[in-house]
């Protein structure tokens, strides 16, 4: 687990570098009065740096370096066990009025809990070493970079931070001598590790992040949900374009045609493969490639489309179920400088998860750190189990990644994971009838997660935990967003997961989704076909590329395109309920959305 380990040696030159902006250095000063670390180390990002705290890490088994021969580069990482997951319960947005925060969030006052942590901090980092993380998030010269820095006491948290960002003196030079240039603060301390005091608190209005009591990576890389996400969205807000929970990905057919398009699927749901999909044998000459695997930033640019980058430079995703078979390509990009968090290790010194190729381990070492065979009651690998890994690691990674302004987006799909009622896809009839897909959508939950299965539970836009601000403002912004765009791209619903009366599911999945993506991107060329029908156009059988694939048959792909009015009738007072749960700053277009789909669908 994090160990509470005495401050690393002293550090070389190269962790004395500091920042040229005195409002970087005032407040540095000012976080290290409070939390009296013993030493002061300045991240630059450098491969000698990386090497000298690897190195670090290892003596107090923070890191434990895995077989070097079968994964060059990569170390295993255990949290302590009741620190596994984010928090949402303590996570708090700390808007000057708890209605700017909305209903969706947990909201506390801003005066009052900076008192509460800086409290906290109190002498903190006592005999530990403080951390200053300079870092830019998204392409460097992109409009839409933006610049933080994260002081932290967790060496983990330093190398994390690396790979999930582009992290060092790149972004302290980006930021200049201007103590008016804008950065978020984040602090981050893992004071005891005591779930008591675990607080994750956004400060939107200062551009400020603070973090204490955990070690796990969605709780303390704060250049991710937090900044990305919280953080990011509130400023959209302000500055006029948006954060998203998406991923990109570009697609090219075997003509050198390529569009790009981004996908809100909350988790659960199949985000990172889709991301860095295959194509199935029918497909030779399609291309798939990956821009981002989770979060999305789009602005309009002058040709009145939106345009999108990947704000992160890592993947930190979640590893039991990754395979060969399911996810190729992510297992290619973790078999070398990779961190591991809570995963298995094997006898020969081998990361081991649930849902890896292969037989089980006879003998291993669980994520706890205890001995572990597969008669053991218990899981190897923490369900949550994660990895960490640069997104250049990715074989399939889209050429356009660090193009600063972005890729052009043709289309974006909302979906979840729904057992009946949501068809395979549909098209929304317009922009703003998109926004109420998008508004009301839904994903199943599992057991592994809730403790409920098949409770369906509302994940607008799938950004439910991570809007920054009221929601209902949020939706507003997206409407706004479409009257600036006259170029826009067309929104999809899709449903990978509709099952049979038996249970069994009547899609394939994986690399078999092209084929609705081929039939999405047709759409927004103007070419396919399809049904006009009270929820939205959805295709027909022969609107859709079907060659080869035997799995499904025509009374399967019947019930994947069926709109079955019983379940819609249900469907209809879920998202009233929901909507009328968010209260006021629901905008009235919305609500006239609700109404007309009520009226087509009672025809």
Same mark, same amino acid.
């Given at each position: ?336 400088? /990779? ?13 081991? &998860?649930?849902? $890896? %190729? #292969? =037989? ?120 706004? /967003? ?13 449903? &990978?997961?509709? $099952? %049979? #009366? =038996? ?101």
């Amino acid at each position: 687990m994090e160990n509470i380990a005495p401050a690393i040696s002293p550090p070389p030159a190269f962790g004395r570098n500091k920042a040229p902006n005195q409002a970087v250095l005032d407040w540095v000063h000012e976080v290290g009065s409070l939390t009296k670390p013993e030493n002061i180390f300045w991240c630059d990002g450098s491969e000698a740096e990386k090497n000298y705290l690897l190195g670090e890490a290892r003596r107090p088994g923070v890191l434990i370096a895995l077989n070097q021969k079968t994964y060059p580069g990569c170390y295993l990482h255990r949290s302590n066990p009741n620190d596994v997951a984010r928090v949402e319960q303590f996570t708090l947005i700390c808007t000057p009025t708890k209605e700017e925060a909305g209903p969706t969030n947990h909201w506390a006052e801003p005066g009052e809990t900076y008192r509460k942590l800086h409290d906290m901090l109190k002498g903190a980092m006592r005999g530990r070493t403080m951390f200053v993380i300079p870092y830019i998030m998204g392409p460097p010269d992109s409009p839409l970079a933006k610049i933080g820095y994260e002081i932290t006491d967790s060496i983990y948290v330093v190398l994390s931070m690396r790979i999930m960002t582009r992290m060092g003196a790149i972004a302290s030079e980006r930021l200049g001598e201007n103590r008016d240039a804008e950065f978020n603060r984040g602090v981050h301390s893992l004071l005891d590790v005591d779930p008591q005091r675990r607080w994750i608190c956004h400060f939107p209005q200062d551009n400020t992040i603070i973090s204490v009591g955990s070690g796990y990576g969605g709780n303390v890389l704060l250049s991710k949900k937090c900044l990305a996400l919280r953080i990011a969205s509130y400023l959209a807000r302000k500055q006029g374009w948006l954060a998203e929970h998406m991923l990109i990905l570009g697609v090219e057919s075997p003509e050198g045609k390529k569009h790009y398009v981004a996908a809100a699927f909350p988790s659960a749901c199949g985000k990172t493969n889709f991301a860095m999909l295959i194509p199935p044998p029918h497909f030779a000459g399609w291309k798939v490639t990956t821009v981002g695997d989770d979060i999305a930033w789009m602005e309009i640019r002058q040709d009145g489309r939106l345009y999108a980058v990947n704000p992160e430079n890592g993947y930190f995703g979640v590893v039991p179920g990754t395979s060969y078979k399911s996810n190729a390509n992510a297992m290619r990009s973790i078999e070398h400088d /990779t961190l591991f968090t809570n995963v298995a290790l094997t006898p020969n010194g081998d990361p081991w &998860w649930e849902g $890896k %190729d #292969g =037989d089980p381990p006879n003998e291993a070492i669980d994520w706890r750190g205890e001995p572990w065979t597969p008669a053991a009651k218990e899981k190897a690998a923490h369900p949550n189990s994660r990895f960490a890994t640069p997104m250049h690691n990715n074989p399939v990674l889209d050429p356009e990644v660090e193009n600063p302004a972005g890729v052009p987006i043709s289309a974006i799909i909302f979906g979840g994971r729904r057992s009946n009622t949501m068809p395979l896809v549909f098209q929304a009839k317009d922009w703003q009838h998109g926004v109420y897909v998008g508004a009301t959508m839904a994903s199943e939950t599992t057991a592994a997660a809730t403790g409920a299965v098949g409770q369906v539970r509302r994940d607008p836009m799938a950004m439910l935990p991570f809007c920054g601000y009221n929601i209902g403002d949020y939706f507003q912004h997206w409407l706004e /967003t479409g009257k600036r765009l006259t170029n826009p791209p067309l929104i999809f619903h899709v449903n &990978w997961f509709r $099952k %049979d #009366g =038996d249970g069994r599911f009547l899609w394939p999945g994986f690399g078999d989704n092209l084929r609705v993506l081929k039939w999405i991107i047709e759409r927004s060329e103007g070419k396919a076909g399809a049904a006009e029908t009270p929820i939205g156009a959805i295709p027909r059988p022969e609107d859709l590329d079907l060659a080869g694939l035997e799995a499904v048959s025509p009374e399967m792909l019947r019930q994947l395109l069926a709109v079955n009015p019983e379940e819609w009738v249900k469907e209809l007072e879920g998202q009233k309920l929901f909507l009328e749960s968010l209260g006021p700053k629901v905008p009235g277009e919305l609500r006239a959305e609700y109404d007309e789909l009520a009226r087509r669908l009672s025809r």
